[in-house]
């Protein structure tokens, strides 16, 4: 076993790499010149000169390069330019708010969508399969922001249920002590219940847009894998046998069909951390899509490069990951290999 | 949660005449719903099976034979449903039966296995939970005795070494041994009723004879019955009591297996019969007695201009094929399957065999699957490389000739392929004209304008109706697909065609006139066959010298008569030994 | 049992066969009227790109005295926060954004097309290089990408199309190296090389043409994607620059009213965004019926 995940390990490098040059060239290509901003409106030639030859920017592509290789092997991110802090201190601190929501909205969605899925597929035909293919293509066809935006509208100026979309928790709460970064997690577990009831209320709309955004491919592919799977030959074998209608459904079908929902988890996870630039604008949630999106708009390259060197390797992390639990489920990967 | 134990049903009394029959399905009417309306597949059958007796239920594709036991089960897709007649089995009315009766019933009290065994066990389930699931749905034993009874079930299948195999997945075992965990499944709960449906397709001969030994001792064993569903006559001849014969949804013939074989009443069973390939009968004899004489029975061979040599046309010296074999480092396939040698970091699929072909012959190659017969059509087909040895052809060096490069050469003209798979070898863009006018267009030579004139020319040869040749091959049978692929062959008149199981895929009177066209074809236009198949019957019929392999090497050559006749090689022997003879 | 079914009426009886695809579309819309509906919203859509600009009551950049004014009889959509008529923004902005996802869809057809069916049918080195670009594209995450993207090139529309062209390579890429995989041994490919076919012709002219009909379920359901991620860019600025009409960026300009309660400056633009993609998605799945009707969803 430990030998599939180091050789999973190895196929990553060459992907790290890549990814690395990448966003190296991608944040080099950026219109603006930092050093002007840098400098400020009353700045001379000199003055900017100094400046870039301070930041390194005068010198050659690859020896530019080269230094920012070596830096990120020290963990260093570089400094945002617009606030002087480290990249990676910022990137560490806002990183658990975009984990928490992107989590919670996964799980929820998950949790809706697989048992839909399965029951659609079940029941064929039935008022519940339409329903589940309308939801899911009406699911894919809202644009994330919009449907944050809706939500917001009905659920908080409408019905007055939520609170108002301005972050993580309202003005009267403080965080809760620090041990995942995790709010919701955090204030149960320190018993912290004004805390934990004003950080999920927060944490709900932004969680239902992420969730209602990933329902369909979820949905849809459980759908699909368990209808290929009831009409396979070893279901047939199964019934044949009079296995009863829960073990045929649950034990023979159900495990089958997951392994392509697996695989697509890792699609959904692209699409989620997408998705949650969007979310974070809209419910202002200081995560580091939120950081990366102001910075963006500054010309700002550092933390932008920063955080599509975090993404990248969040999600290489996350598919790896799903390698491994795919592998766990299915012994034909495990032993073949 | 412990579960009652059943009592099983009441047994049918002992065979004798006048005794309630265990199955008595009477005027059964199975239809579909599909697309085009509704579609009868079985129409007013009856079909009665004693207490241990051997039924077999054979027919063609489409005979609604799987269909009729998938009814009797309850077991048919959503868009079938039975429309009339009775089912009873033992007493009970299985066709109105509440669903959780008829779930109780299968598997304990009758039971099916199917083609295809590995695709029928669960791919990520071990093969000893498998049986274990099916022993607790019936609550035939408690959970600590299961295990056990799962291992002994895995010993009386003759898989060796249960203890370990119990543990084994499917992908881990041979076709022949899952089909073993099927009947293990099948038999478990000791059934009175076994429906085999096509149990043996897809497996090698002798495979195919050792799972049906099985079955049949395990069910005499217990006493049971059998219901076993085939197109095979020999196979029916050999193993069942009594053959119902189903033709297009309707019962035919039901007689004992001896009257059946000997005096069928029936015409389209006195045509089955003949079309059957068995030892003692030529190509003719396959077709219907009034069947019209084929337009093509110009005996004369046209003798062709050659290189200016004489010798055979085709000359295979020393071929060896490697492939490299996929290194497994995991430490779990130690305990399974044959260890390979350390060192072997290739798989010798062709281990250098030698062999000839002369002008106008036409040679079988036959073995099991992995013998190597397939790697050796496609290396002188020059659609891929050998990795030593000499390939001459008419003279010329042709193994020296990259595979890739050989399709622009005149010499591809000379030697052609009929494929197994008619399905699979036409293009389902391409209209049939159009897949017939490909070779022509791309080698032939001739104008333009003249190209339809040339398809027609050779639809006529082989007897496929004019008009087909606008159709796209979903709109094709089987038999005018075949004729497609016959007639692309021959299209560029070559010397040489190789034929890869050509009748493979297609029903035994399809097959009987497709095998009488390619000898009609092959005399008329001088050409040499190497004829690729697992099947000596056919072989002996159509061949002149045929060729065993074995593992990549020759074990056998010579005439076809000598080597089915009096074979030397003691693998021949058990080849031939495997096939099941129809008593005829 | 589909095989008995099919031989229960043998081929000789049935009806003369038409080849016509009209008539099987005919019939597929016919019996699925939801993508008969959506045939006909796509209808909508094109006329409002075609001539919208033309027929709509007001300018869609002209401001006016009427700001932030609820839908009403002269403003259908009502008036945002310059005034402007949110009705003939909204009609004039289909044409960007259907412009913007029909460029990208046709470019990335064609680069992602011919990379994944040369990769898939030749293997080797083809597949190993478009792999890595594949893998490297894929290591991030889409929409993070076409940002960075977006970003580093600077905000117009080509670069819009470029880098949805983009991140949608890896998804291409892998239908069609799939589909040509699939069929890169099969029996009549190796008919064609019989044939005299040399490897490129067979490349375009056998296996090309089979895998269209699935390529063009790609097309359609990619459209939808394209076009919310046009809007996505728009919407955290770095898409089209104001005060072009585009759906996405007047849903950003909207997005701070909608707490104070001016829902319609938001929400027109937004459902229509909801209803092209909705469209879009639907015909990919009407499209699909047509093709391969064994792999309904």
Known sequence: ??????????????????????????????????????????????????????????????????????????????????????????????????????????????????????????????????????????????????????????????????????????????????????????????????????????????????????????????????????????VRTARASGLDTRTVILTYAFRNAMLPVVTTLGMVFSFLLGANVLVEKVFAWPGIGSYAVEALLQSDFAPVQGFVLTMAVLYIVLNLLIDIIYGVIDPRVRLEG | MAKKLHKP?????????????????????????TRRGIVRAVEHVDITVAKGETLGIVGESGSGKSVTSYAMMRILDRA???????????????????????????????SMIFQNPRAALNPIRKIGRQIEDVLLQHAQVDSEAVSERAIDMLEQVRIARPRERYHAYPFELSGGMCQRVVIALALACRPQLLIADEPTTGLDVTTQKAVMDLVVDLTRERGMSTILITHDLGLAATYCDRVTVMEKGHVVENAKSDVIFKKPSHAYTRKLMRATPR??????????????????????????????????????????????????????????????????????????????????????????????????STMVMRLIDRTSGLIMFDGDDIGEIPARNFAKLPLRKRIQMVFQDPTDSLNPRFTAGRAIADPIRQLGGIAANKVRERCEELAEQVGLPIDLLDRFPHQLSGGQKARVGIARAIALKPDLIILDEPTAALDVSVQAVVLNLLQDLKDSLGMSYLFVSHDLNVVRLLCDRVIVMRAGQIVEEGPTERVMGRPKADYTRDLLAAIPHPPL | MTDTVVRAAPPSAAKPVSNSLLRHAQYVISENSVTGMAFGLFLLLALCALIGPYVVPYDPLASGPATLSPPSLSHWFGTDQTGRDIFSRVVVATRLDMIIALSSVALVFVMGGLAGIAAGFFGGWTDRIVGRISDTIMAFPLFVLAMGIVAALGNTVTNIVIA????????????????????????????????????????????????????????????????????????????????????????????????????????????????????????????????????RT
Request: hydrophobic share 45%.
């Open chain 1, 1 to 234: 076993m430990f030998m599939t995940i180091g050789k999973r390990l190895v196929t990553v490098i060459p992907t790290v790499i890549g990814v690395v040059v990448v966003t190296f060239l991608l944040t080099r290509v950026l219109p603006g010149d930092p050093a002007v901003y840098f400098a400020g409106p009353a700045a001379t030639p000199q003055s900017i000169a100094d400046i870039r030859k301070s930041l390194g920017l005068d010198r050659s592509l690859p020896e530019q390069f080269v230094r920012y290789v070596s830096d990120l092997a020290h963990g260093n991110l570089g400094n945002s330019l617009s606030t002087g802090r480290p990249v990676v201190t910022e990137i560490t601190s806002r990183l658990p708010a975009s984990a928490e929501l992107t989590l919670s909205g996964l799980l929820l969605s998950i949790a809706i969508a697989v048992p839909l899925g399965i029951l659609a597929a079940v029941k064929q035909g039935s008022w519940i399969d339409h329903t589940c293919r309308v939801v899911t293509t009406a699911g894919v066809s809202l644009p994330v922001f919009f449907t944050g935006l809706l939500l917001v509208y009905v659920f908080y100026f409408l019905l007055g249920w939520a609170p108002a979309p301005i972050g993580r928790l309202d003005a009267f709460a403080t965080a809760p002590p620090q041990i995942t970064g995790f709010y919701v997690f955090d204030s149960l577990v320190s018993g912290n219940f004004e805390t934990f009831r004003a950080s999920l209320s927060q944490l709900i709309l932004p969680a239902l847009t992420l969730c209602i955004f990933s329902l369909a491919p979820i949905a849809r592919m459980t759908r699909a894998s368990m209808l290929a799977v009831l009409s396979s030959d070893f």
């Open chain 2, 9 to 33: 049903l009441a047994p049918a009394l002992p065979d004798a005449s006048g005794a309630r029959p265990l199955l008595d399905i009477k005027d059964l009417t199975v239809e579909f719903v």
């Open chain 2, 80 to 110: 079938g449903r039975i429309a009339g007649g009775s089912v009873m089995f033992s007493g009970l009315d299985l066709r109105d039966a509440p669903e959780d009766d008829m779930r109780d019933l299968r598997g304990r009290e009758m």
């Open chain 2, 279 to 376: 030892p003692g009968v030529s190509l003719r004899d396959l077709l219907p007695a009034d069947a019209p004489k084929p337009e093509n029975a110009v005996t004369k061979i046209r003798s062709r201009k050659s290189n200016g040599t004489q010798g055979p046309l085709l000359v295979v010296e020393k071929l060896v094929k490697e492939f490299p074999r996929n290194s497994s480092s995991a430490p779990w396939t130690k305990l399974f399957g044959p260890k390979p040698p350390p060192e072997e970091e290739t798989f010798r699929a062709v281990d250098g065999i030698s062999f000839s072909i002369a002008r106008g012959e036409s040679v079988g190659l036959v073995g099991e699957s992995g013998c190597g017969k397939s790697t050796t």
């Open chain 3, 164 to 295: 949805t062209a983009i991140i949608n390579f890896p998804l291409y890429v892998r239908v069609a190296r799939a589909e040509a995989n699939v069929r890169r041994e099969a029996g009549f490919v190796q008919a064609a090389r019989l044939s005299g076919n040399g490897e490129y012709r067979i490349l375009l002219m056998h296996i090309l043409p089979n895998i269209m009909p699935i390529m063009m379920v790609q097309i359609s359901l990619t459209m939808g994607y394209a076009i919310l991620n046009a809007a996505g860019l728009s919407f955290i600025g770095l898409g089209v620059r104001p005060p072009t009409p585009e759906w996405g960026i007047m849903v950003a300009e909207g997005a701070a009213n909608i707490i104070s309660g001016e829902w319609w400056i938001a929400l027109f633009p937004g459902a229509a965004l909801m209803i092209a993609v909705f469209c879009f998605n639907l015909l990919g799945d009407g499209l699909r019926d047509l093709v391969d009707p064994q792999r």
